[in-house]
């Protein structure tokens, strides 16, 4: 089901999935490509093929859940958000990464017509985030400079004016921000304000999304940050179990300047048209309320170690749990399939409570 302040909510679940359906079936053609940008959370596999990054999760228990309980990269137990995502536009799951896809010269051409994923788990909006916690991450400028690339491919294919309506017709998914804030907070030196802070990753993100507005994008699926402080990690390092408010309150802020960024350039750029996923508010009403939504575990990782298992990453010494759906956290950072399943409903076909000015189904349907 979608998040919802339903309380018949049984009978919703099965109405919305009727209704999902079949918007996917006949939405399939008005979304030719997506192409996904952002870190872990929407990682498909890009990491693996960066020999010395230590963000990757190609290895047990991540992928238990699957298809062949392969670990494919995906920070998650099953398919991720990204997965999901795509899912409700009637894909399988998320295009393949760009690095797989270049080394595939064959069907490279093909397969780009149909979108590709550059996301990096551990990057961020800025340049130098995550690359002094994980070594090597692709950084969303580097993601959008390998788009541009696959824009001169697909040009080359289509020529120019083809490629222009394939791209204005295409979904842009992007999931980024979380290791800046975690980066931010890392931080032990002097460093600036958090106003400084913000100011800094608000003008670097608007120049990001203008960035993809000239190479042609103009379908902007954006998806906000979660409630960072309320991450099993951040639990574990509190020990109170608590959910950390300063880390929670740069998320709720974050917020509020990518929708600041995305009204100003919308109202400059008439041909553009997005939605904004509150993944903060989608968090916190679940882990206020799991059960409605549910879930019966909104606090501990699935898999991980220490208290909460948030204090080690999910890997195959770490302690498991059977009941992986009934868990919003797989590992100590990331959502469990069920989780990213939910989020994809909810911003697929949620209200405007958890995704603004329209859902992810009205958006593609802009004209
Ligand atoms: C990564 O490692 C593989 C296998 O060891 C090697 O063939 C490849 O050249 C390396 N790539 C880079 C970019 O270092
Ligand atoms: C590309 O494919 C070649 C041959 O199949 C392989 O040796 C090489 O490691 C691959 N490179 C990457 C980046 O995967
Ligand atoms: C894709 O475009 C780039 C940049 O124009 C070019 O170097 C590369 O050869 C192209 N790749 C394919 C497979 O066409
Ligand atoms: C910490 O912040 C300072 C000032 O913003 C910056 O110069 C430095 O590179 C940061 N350190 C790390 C490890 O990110
Ligand atoms: C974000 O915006 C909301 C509503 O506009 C406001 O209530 C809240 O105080 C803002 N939060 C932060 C941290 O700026
Ligand atoms: C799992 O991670 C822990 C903590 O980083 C490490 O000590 C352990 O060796 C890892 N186990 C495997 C199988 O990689
Ligand atoms: C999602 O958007 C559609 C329009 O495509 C609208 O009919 C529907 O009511 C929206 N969902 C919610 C829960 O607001």
């Known amino acids: 089901m979608a998040l919802t302040s339903s309380s018949s ?14 918007i996917s079936a006949e939405t399939t053609l008005q979304v030719p490509a997506i192409f996904i940008f952002g870190d872990s959370t929407f990682d ?35 398919y991720n958000s990204a997965d ?30 149909q979108g590709v994923n550059f996301a990096s788990g551990g990057s961020g909006i800025l340049e130098s985030t995550g690359s002094d916690a994980f070594k090597m991450v692709i950084p969303l400028r580097e993601q959008i400079q390998q788009f541009s690339t696959v824009r001169d491919n697909i040009s080359a294919l289509l020529g120019p004016e083809n490629n222009a309506m394939l791209l204005s017709q295409s979904l842009f ?44 994008a103009r379908k902007f699926g954006i998806v906000g940050i979660p409630a ?58 679940i882990i206020d309320n799991p059960l409605a939504f549910g879930f019966k575990e909104v606090k501990q990782a ?18 498991l749990c059977p009941d992986r759906q009934e868990y ?16 994809a409903l909810t911003l697929f076909g949620g209200e405007v409570r958890y995704v603004t000015p329209m859902n992810f189904s009205r958006l593609v349907q802009t004209t």
């Open 84 to 113: 999901q995502i795509v899912r409700q536009f009637g894909y399988k799951r998320s295009p393949p990464p760009f690095f797989f896809l270049l080394n595939r010269s064959s069907s490279f051409k093909k397969r780009i017509l």
């Open 302 to 319: 699935c898999c991980g170690n220490g208290n909460f298992n948030g204090g080690a990453p999910c890997n195959a010494s770490a302690n």
């Open 228 to 285: 960072l402080g309320c991450c099993p990690f951040e639990r574990f390092i509190r020990k109170t179990g608590d959910c950390v408010k300063e880390l929670n309150d740069l998320a709720q802020a974050f917020f509020n300047a990518t929708e600041t960024i995305l009204i100003k350039l919308s109202s400059q750029f008439v041909a553009m048209k997005y939605s904004l996923g509150n993944s903060y508010t989608m968090t916190l009403d």
């Open 9 to 22: 909510f049984l009978c919703f679940h099965m109405l919305m999935l009727t209704l999902f359906s079949l």
């Open 328 to 343: 919003l956290f797989w590992d100590w950072f990331h959502p469990s399939e069920a989780a990213s399943r939910l989020a």
């Open 44 to 78: 498909v596999g890009t990491n693996n093929f960066l020999n010395d990054s230590q963000a990757k999760a190609n290895f047990p228990y991540n992928g238990i859940d699957f298809p062949y309980s392969v670990p494919t990269g995906r920070f998650s137990n099953g």
């Open 173 to 216: 998914l992007i999931s980024v921000g979380s290791n800046d804030i975690f980066d931010y907070q890392r931080n032990t030196s002097a460093k600036m304000t958090v106003q400084e802070f913000l100011d800094i990753l608000q003008e670097t993100y608007q120049n990001h999304l203008q960035k993809l507005y000239d190479l042609g």
